[in-house]
């Protein structure tokens, strides 16, 4: 139940209909047993068949369930795609997606600042099954050949990239990928498909950390896959099934709740993120703010064309070192030091020390100076008064 014309929609889901129609209506029809608005949690491992063979589309709720489809479908509208799959965290996605596009012996090509958990994935569990991979900084088309090899199957996209908020020319990326054999992979769990559609700029696959802004509410964690390739799909699909990584009906339903909301929270996110990232680059004790809605940022034009807005992620370093850097981490009152992003509230981490420790020593080793900010919905001046407080204290 992956392909989004396969469920039943009371409403179109394509791109005819406005966004914020198709994040509340796509693949959630009124229940047809009793009218409920809401898509029911079907909380069942199990379904009646009416002879051996014959269901009604569900048979095991690895293979499908009702509440996920709803989900799939709903999440390949709003990109765009004709298929989604629903998986249990954005690195049981990303995993799919590595077993179903390369094979032992071939070769991919990773950001230079990729999240640390894909790098682990990457290196640790697939590297030694027989998958290369290099990282470059992916931007760069020059780069990119230069790290070219005849066995290069996928190049892997973050943009904005996480923790240094780097954006990528998905276009000229996946150009270059398709005219050497490969396709490219886009994470857009910053951006979200309200911001950015990467299918609609060439990329082939898509993945999300459902658990961030899709949900948005740090009650869930997930993960997705859309594409338009149904040889792709039907991979990942299969991977979906044999390893069993997939999302629980109850977490799927907390996904789709937070995705109705998806939009205007994404508004008040960029809105806050603007100006924190303004309040920073005046201040003595920051070095350096990352931020791609700056004019300033290296690629800024770049987000500007491919984004509706830039986000609700900041980071920055301090210009007293790693540790000004651990104080201020450690010492903001409405910011909450924790790991994750993407939800309601703010939270401020030390990436070195905590989401990117695993990249310690390796070449995507990020600066002992940043912090990373997810700027939540509180009331914006509250926000810049914490920060306030906290960076005159580093004086």
């Given at each position: 139940?992956?392909?989004?014309?396969?469920?039943?929609?009371?409403?179109?889901?394509?791109?005819?209909?406005?966004?914020?129609?198709?994040?509340?209506?796509?693949?959630?029809?009124?229940?047809?047993?009793?009218?409920?608005?809401?898509?029911?949690?079907?909380?069942?491992?199990?379904?009646?068949?009416?002879?051996?063979?014959?269901?009604?589309?569900?048979?095991?709720?690895?293979t499908g369930n009702p509440t996920r489809a709803a989900l799939e479908a709903c999440v390949?509208?709003?990109?765009?795609?004709?298929?989604?799959?629903?998986?249990?965290?954005?690195?049981?996605?990303?995993?799919?997606?590595?077993?179903?596009?390369?094979?032992?012996?071939?070769?991919?090509?990773?950001?230079?600042?990729?999240?640390?958990?894909?790098?682990?994935?990457?290196?640790?569990?697939?590297?030694?099954?027989?998958?290369?991979?290099?990282?470059?900084?992916?931007?760069d088309l020059a780069s990119l050949a230069s790290a070219w090899r005849d066995e290069t199957?996928?190049?892997?996209?973050?943009?904005?990239?996480?923790?240094?908020?780097?954006?990528?020319?998905?276009?000229?990326?996946?150009?270059?990928?398709?005219?050497?054999?490969?396709?490219?992979?886009?994470?857009?769990?910053?951006?979200?498909?309200?911001?950015?559609?990467?299918?609609?700029?060439?990329?082939?696959?898509?993945?999300?950390?459902?658990?961030?802004?899709?949900?948005?509410?740090?009650?869930?964690?997930?993960?997705?896959?859309?594409?338009?390739?149904?040889?792709?799909?039907?991979?990942?699909?299969?991977?979906?099934?044999?390893?069993?990584?997939?999302?629980?009906?109850?977490?799927?339903?907390?996904?789709?709740?937070?995705?109705?909301?998806?939009?205007?929270?994404?508004?008040?996110?960029?809105?806050?993120?603007?100006?924190?990232?303004?309040?920073?680059?005046?201040?003595?004790?920051?070095?350096?703010?990352?931020?791609?809605?700056?004019?300033?940022?290296?690629?800024?034009?770049?987000?500007?064309?491919?984004?509706?807005?830039?986000?609700?992620?900041?980071?920055?370093?301090?210009?007293?070192?790693?540790?000004?850097?651990?104080?201020?981490?450690?010492?903001?009152?409405?910011?909450?030091?924790?790991?994750?992003?993407?939800?309601?509230?703010?939270?401020?981490e030390h990436p070195g020390r905590m989401t990117h420790a695993s990249v310690a020593g390796?070449?995507?080793?990020?600066?002992?100076?940043?912090?990373?900010?997810?700027?939540?919905?509180?009331?914006?001046?509250?926000?810049?008064?914490?920060?306030?407080?906290?960076?005159?204290?580093?004086?």
């Amino acid at each position: 139940m992956s392909d989004a014309d396969d469920v039943d929609v009371h409403v179109d889901s394509d791109s005819a209909l406005g966004f914020e129609t198709r994040a509340i209506h796509a693949g959630q029809p009124p229940d047809p047993h009793t009218g409920a608005i809401v898509t029911p949690i079907y909380q069942t491992s199990t379904y009646a068949q009416e002879a051996v063979g014959q269901h009604r589309g569900y048979e095991y709720s690895r293979t499908g369930n009702p509440t996920r489809a709803a989900l799939e479908a709903c999440v390949a509208s709003l990109e765009g795609a004709a298929y989604g799959r629903a998986f249990a965290s954005g690195m049981a996605a990303e995993d799919a997606v590595l077993r179903a596009c390369t094979s032992p012996g071939d070769h991919v090509v990773i950001p230079h600042d990729a999240y640390g958990g894909t790098y682990r994935l990457v290196a640790q569990v697939h590297g030694p099954a027989g998958l290369a991979f290099t990282p470059v900084d992916v931007g760069d088309l020059a780069s990119l050949a230069s790290a070219w090899r005849d066995e290069t199957r996928a190049v892997w996209v973050e943009t904005p990239t996480n923790p240094l908020l780097a954006v990528v020319d998905i276009a000229a990326v996946a150009a270059f990928a398709h005219a050497r054999g490969a396709i490219c992979v886009v994470d857009n769990t910053f951006a979200t498909p309200y911001l950015q559609q990467p299918l609609g700029l060439g990329a082939d696959v898509v993945v999300h950390s459902g658990t961030k802004y899709l949900g948005g509410h740090s009650d869930v964690v997930g993960g997705m896959v859309v594409t338009d390739a149904g040889d792709i799909d039907e991979r990942i699909g299969f991977i979906q099934n044999a390893a069993g990584a997939v999302a629980g009906p109850f977490d799927c339903f907390l996904t789709l709740r937070g995705i109705k909301t998806l939009p205007v929270r994404m508004d008040r996110h960029c809105a806050n993120a603007s100006a924190v990232a303004a309040l920073l680059e005046g201040h003595h004790a920051v070095e350096r703010v990352l931020y791609p809605g700056l004019p300033g940022h290296a690629n800024h034009d770049v987000a500007a064309r491919q984004m509706r807005a830039f986000g609700g992620m900041v980071s920055c370093t301090l210009a007293g070192g790693e540790t000004s850097a651990l104080a201020l981490a450690a010492s903001m009152r409405i910011f909450t030091l924790a790991e994750s992003l993407g939800a309601v509230e703010s939270l401020i981490e030390h990436p070195g020390r905590m989401t990117h420790a695993s990249v310690a020593g390796s070449a995507l080793e990020v600066p002992s100076n940043l912090v990373r900010l997810s700027v939540g919905l509180e009331t914006v001046d509250d926000l810049l008064d914490d920060l306030t407080t906290a960076l005159d204290r580093l004086r």
